[in-house]
């Protein structure tokens, strides 16, 4: 569904390109790619050796960029960034990538994930003479490897990272270097790719598909590769690594053209509405799957429950963002906007509605009520992931358990709010075994916090809600 009026959003998107004369304009198209992780700012920088350029701004990526603003950036190399605010929260200032100018050089950084130690660090950066020019949990990594004694730029930010906790996804560029680095967990994705002699950094290989990349291999968890006009060269910066790749990805985030850790995303949210058909199934007359994200399940569910899948709700893409909107009940006449049912589909049918995930309920409860005002005579709302029960710490603005409708109501509660016949969640064996990620670990690899409140990192009290603090 809509990130903006489902009220599920990541945080950001990031890529970068190393040796190509028009590394801006390759960038901006793949910030383009990207779009679906951030729609709040967008910016990029880039270097011609000598000096750091950027331009950054609120909105889309072709409301923040003209073509007026690339005769201000040429370079050989730039890092680009979209962004929906969670830590630190809005504004320009918060804008990524952000730019760090000293006597001697610039450092500029973009950064998808959420530091779960952030505030802790700024006391101490803080206590230690540190300013800070935004409320970014980004900026933090900057004092970090600015105050290092290490001479080396590579060891300066391999000292910065040993003393950050969380997910993070990396570039950063210097006048004459790119520096990519992913957390020891992996919970962001991040590819590498090349497009003739200049390697590719992205976030999801969609965008190496937009700009005519090729996809090379996915950066390692605890790898730190070091990309200049000598070449490339990679070390791992943490030995202990545990995958533990956010299972939201799949399930939602991702474009369903992108592979993520090299697993297409909408063969699995594909597999996920078949598992979920085993798991759940009902007598109806037509499936439908609330638009985009997810289509791909609801065709699984159909295939294997022999039902027709149909194109029950249609999603007005000209109708401004929602999650502008002040209140709840502009946002709910938002959703109404966005998605439309098809009456001539709909009208005398049981329908099983498939959606990805439920967080606050407010969204499915209209879908239901849409659905049954364009004739529906049932409605089974079928969820192609399990309850989300626990909040995301690592860069999903579910920061709280009070905000989580399945945290504090019984399947057969939600039910009755949204006014549903039928209501069903996949289990969490059916996540793992439908994404189907190698058997790792009782996880395969995969991070199922925001549905065990099983972390995979250390959580810092202060990151927590006063509502979730025991």
């Not at 090379?216 to 590769?225: A, N, S, Y």
């Not at 199922?448 to 250390?458: I, N």
Request: contains cysteine; charged residues 20%; aromatic residues 6%.
């Amino acid at each position: 569904m809509l990130a903006e009026i489902k009220g599920l959003n990541e945080e950001c998107g990031v890529f970068a390109i190393w040796g190509h004369k028009d590394a801006a304009q390759i960038t901006y198209y793949g910030l383009h790619s990207l779009q679906h992780r951030g729609q709040e700012g967008a910016g990029i920088v880039v270097t011609d050796g000598e000096k750091l350029s950027i331009h950054k701004g609120l909105g889309l990526v072709n409301e923040v960029f003209d073509s007026s603003k690339f005769t201000e950036l040429y370079g050989k190399a730039a890092i680009g960034h979209v962004r929906y605010a969670t830590a630190g929260g809005g504004g320009l200032v918060n804008c990524q990538p952000l730019l760090f100018q000293s006597q001697t050089d610039g450092l500029s950084i973009a950064h998808n994930g959420n530091l779960v130690n952030a505030n802790a660090l700024k006391h101490q950066l803080e206590s230690q003479g540190s300013i800070f020019q935004s409320t970014s949990d980004t900026e933090v990594v900057a004092h970090l490897i600015k105050r290092s004694v290490y001479p080396r730029l590579e060891d300066k930010f391999k000292n910065a990272l040993s003393m950050i906790k969380g997910a993070y996804a990396f570039a950063v560029m210097t006048e004459n270097k790119l520096m990519v680095a992913l957390d020891p967990n992996g919970l962001r994705p991040l590819s590498l790719g090349r497009l003739g002699d200049a390697y590719v950094v992205a976030s999801e290989t969609c965008a190496f598909d937009i700009v005519g990349a090729t996809f090379e291999r996915e950066v390692k968890p605890g790898e730190l590769i070091v990309i200049d006009d000598n070449g490339i060269t990679s070390e791992m910066f943490a030995r202990s690594t545990s995958r533990a790749i956010c299972s939201m990805e799949y399930i939602y985030f991702a474009r369903p053209d992108s592979n993520v850790d090299e697993i297409n995303v909408h063969t699995a949210r594909k597999s996920l509405g078949k598992q979920l058909a085993i798991e759940s199934p009902i007598e109806a007359d037509v499936v439908t799957g609330v638009p985009d994200s997810s289509i791909s399940a609801a065709i699984g569910y159909a295939e294997q429950t022999g039902i027709p899948y149909e194109l029950g709700m249609i999603k007005n893409r000209y109708v401004g963002r929602t999650f502008i909107q002040p209140s709840q009940e502009l946002r709910e006449q938002g959703v109404k906007m966005k998605l439309s049912p098809v009456r001539g589909v709909v009208e005398g049918k049981r329908v099983v509605m498939i959606d990805d995930s439920i967080v606050r309920g407010t969204t499915s409860r209209r879908i239901v009520k849409m659905l049954r005002e364009a004739g529906a005579t049932e409605v089974h709302v079928r969820i192609s992931s399990p309850p989300i029960t626990n909040p995301c710490f690592y860069g999903i603005d579910t920061s709280t358990t009070e905000e989580l409708i399945a945290s504090n109501h019984s399947i057969e509660e939600m039910r009755e709010m949204m006014g549903a016949d039928t209501l069903a969640f996949l289990s969490i064996e059916g996540l793992t075994q439908g994404i189907g990620r190698p058997d790792e670990d009782a996880n395969c690899g995969q991070c199922l916090a925001c549905f065990t409140g099983q972390y995979p990192t250390e959580i810092y009290p202060d990151t927590l809600h006063p509502h979730d603090k025991s």
